[in-house]
């Protein structure tokens, strides 16, 4: 499949067709396209326990790993507010551990106008193991 950034978006607004935010009522969709050639999506899913709660992010990430992905090669975030979705912290250091610094981040809210990011311009100094060596 020939995937383009419009593609990505479509896929990311269906996602929030799943989405389970009843507590909120704030549905966010996420398509991620992985080094295995496949686009994985997620919407967040919401807890009672609030707490509990998983980003959009972090469900597709989850699933694309879970499938066998090893890198995230773009992202894009939807929402259905006029307000640009933008990644939690939490969501950033998840991505980290999957995508290379230059990888594209697509953020889009419910019009058509989106902006694109490196990966490393939404997550300058990002903790990595290597560090510790
Ligand atoms: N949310 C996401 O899904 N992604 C983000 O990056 C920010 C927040 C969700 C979590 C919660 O269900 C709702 O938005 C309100 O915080």
Redesign the pocket.
């Known amino acids: 499949m020939e995937i383009n950034e419009q593609k990505l978006f479509d896929i990311a607004f269906k996602a929030m067709d799943h ?1 389970y ?1 009843p ?2 009522n ?3 969709g ?1 398509a991620i396209l992985c080094d295995d050639g496949n686009v994985y999506d997620g ?4 807890n009672a326990s609030y707490g509990l ?7 597709a990430i989850f699933k694309a790993v879970s499938e066998g992905a090893k890198e995230i090669k773009a992202i894009a ?1 939807v ?1 259905g507010t006029s307000e640009m ?4 912290g939490a ?1 950033r250091q998840v991505m980290s551990e999957f995508m290379k610094a230059d990888a594209p981040v697509f953020l889009a809210n419910n019009t058509n106008q989106y902006k694109e990011f490196t990966f490393k311009e939404i997550l300058p100094l990002a903790f990595s193991d290597k560090d510790m060596d």
């Open positions: 989405a935010a507590y909120s704030y549905k966010v996420a919407g967040n899913i919401e709660t998983n980003c959009a992010e972090r469900t975030i929402n979705s933008k990644p939690c969501c």
